[in-house]
């Protein structure tokens, strides 16, 4: 409680930011509150991401809210032709499932198979970097779906629900000027506390990759400060491809930042029980650890 204490001084700016996230979420549950059923759009991320995100957007549905899930033509999990008691709204994207298949195991295999340290750390950075670059392929081919979008305008959504991992809910939010909840494990390099204003400060809360907790000794916290600089050429080419993709659909500047700074609620899988202390903002809740497909129970010995 100490370090609480200790680290929430705000600025005026930072304070106003707290009292419109709260004012947001006062607004958004009144509305739900006074609403039979809203209508909700939502762009998923593909692989364990929708798994997690499946069973909300099913639950949704039988609270008797209109649901679209917008699916590409190629996917590993989002199957339009499953069944499903929501909308689906298929775009068609230009790869196979082929292609997608072994794009991922790539990842995968950069990721898991024993390799020293440095070949981790290139192949995991290579292999993001090429994933990244086929959701982004999904992403512009949604964009530029013209009677699609020119739909999803015309359906007059309430809210946008997504996992904004590789940005193209916040596009699309942005687009169809919609307020957005994000569903989401975490973000790389800070990103969703430097979108929502949140202190973050690297002496005290851990970068990714590192096993520190946030009780560190000196030479950790270096170690953490270290990352959080590289984190900067880090994460840029993974989402430069998405900033100039904004400015071609909007016309303007925007960066990635300030697209995720538009969300008017954050939802985090985390649970807080297995967290390391620290600060969020009012439109951040921690939901659990709702993490990749339910399995079915046991069955009970005889």
């Not at 039988?62 to 775009?91: C, I």
């Not at 950075?125 to 999803?152: A, D, G």
């Not at 030479?219 to 100039?244: H, T």
Request: charged share 20%.
């Amino acid at each position: 409680m100490v370090w609480y204490k200790k680290t929430l001084w705000f600025t005026p700016s930072e304070m106003a930011l707290f009292y419109r996230g709260t004012w947001i979420l006062l607004l958004l549950t009144l509305s739900l509150m006074l609403a039979e059923g809203g209508k909700i759009l939502v762009v998923p991320q593909d692989g364990s991401h929708w798994l997690s995100m499946r069973p909300v957007v099913e639950k949704l549905q039988q609270k008797g809210h209109e649901v679209v899930v917008l699916v590409p033509s190629t996917s590993l999990y989002m199957k339009s032709e499953e069944p499903r008691n929501y909308t689906v709204q298929a775009y068609r994207v230009p790869y196979t499932g082929e292609y997608l298949g072994e794009m991922l195991k790539a990842f995968v295999n950069a990721h898991f198979i024993e390799q020293s340290v440095v070949n981790v750390v290139l192949t995991s950075y290579q292999s993001t970097i090429e994933i990244s670059s086929v959701f982004f392929t999904n992403c512009k081919s949604l964009l530029q779906n013209e009677e699609l979008m020119r739909y999803l305008k015309e359906s007059k959504f309430h809210v946008l629900l997504t996992d904004p991992i590789l940005m193209c809910g916040p596009l699309v939010a942005e687009y169809l000027s919609l307020p957005s909840v994000y569903f989401l494990r975490g973000f790389p390099c800070g990103m969703d506390s430097a979108a929502t204003q949140c202190p973050s400060p690297p002496s005290y809360v851990p970068r990714l990759f590192l096993d520190n907790s946030d009780s560190m000794t000196f030479s950790q916290r270096l170690k953490n400060m270290l990352v959080d600089l590289l984190e900067l050429f880090y994460c840029k080419p993974i989402y430069d491809n998405f900033e100039e993709l904004a400015y071609e659909v909007f016309k303007r500047k925007v960066t990635v930042t300030e697209l995720l700074s538009r969300a008017s609620f954050w939802l985090m899988r985390y649970d807080f029980v297995f967290e390391f202390p620290r600060p969020v903002m009012p439109n951040m809740a921690f939901i659990g650890g709702i993490n990749c497909v339910q399995k079915k129970k046991l069955s009970q010995p005889q």
